[in-house]
């Protein structure tokens, strides 16, 4: 009855009113599926990307998501952060300077493609970022996110020492080659940064 009304209001024919039974129900909500995990071969779900500048060196700053079960996509973790860096045309790095002829340290360059020439005068025998590299990554994803949560010891990695028994398949016993994220899962919801020159 009210909608007859309104239409002879408005001059509007009854043959063209809405009748009554015409559904007032809004139309279907339509949800949207969680965007798909970066497709770069590895079990790293790129969240975030920047580029900074650090002592000279144009880096790409990388927040990545850890899976819970902390296992890797290829054989090893090692082989993942590779690949990370690689599917942005760019190298995995970490300890560098004197250690590029360290064995088990240079296993890193060798094995995994890791850029071990970032050097400067003040940094010449450990690289740019120190060797555990870590602390320096921490710093450098703070700074690129305006953020504090990347922590050297829980969920910031470069490489530092890579072996076939410190590159593992699973997280917890890949720490001392991209240490270190075996944090990340436990006290950062899976959130971990690191770099690629």
């Known amino acids: ?5 309104a239409c002879k209001q408005s ?11 015409t559904s007032t129900t809004p139309p ?6 969680p965007p798909e995990q970066f ?24 927040k990545v998501r850890i899976p819970e079960d902390e296992q890797s996509v290829s054989e090893n973790w090692c082989r993942d ?25 240079n296993g890193c360059a060798n094995d995994y493609n890791s850029d071990m020439t970032l050097n ?31 922590q050297s010891t829980v969920n ?4 530092h020492y890579c072996t076939p ?3 593992s398949k699973t997280l917890s016993q890949s720490r001392t080659s991209i240490s270190y994220a075996q944090g990340a899962v436990s006290a950062k919801n899976g959130t971990a940064y690191t770099v690629c020159y």
Request: overall charge negative.
């Open 1 to 5: 009855m009210f909608l007859e009304y």
């Open 11 to 21: 001059n509007i024919p009854i043959s063209s009113c809405p009748s009554q039974e």
């Open 28 to 33: 279907a909500t339509t949800t949207t599926s």
């Open 39 to 62: 497709d770069n071969g590895t079990a790293f779900q790129v969240l975030d990307t920047r580029i900074t500048l650090y002592r000279g060196y144009s880096l790409l700053v990388v």
């Open 81 to 105: 952060y590779q690949r990370l860096c690689e599917d942005f045309n760019r190298r995995p790095t970490g300890c560098a300077g004197r250690f590029i002829n360290v064995t088990g340290y």
């Open 120 to 150: 400067d005068a003040e940094n010449a025998n450990n690289g740019v970022f120190g060797c555990n590299p870590s602390s320096r990554i921490a710093n450098i994803a703070n700074e690129a996110f305006s953020t504090t949560e990347a």
């Open 156 to 159: 910031a990695f470069g490489f």
């Open 165 to 167: 028994s410190s590159c």
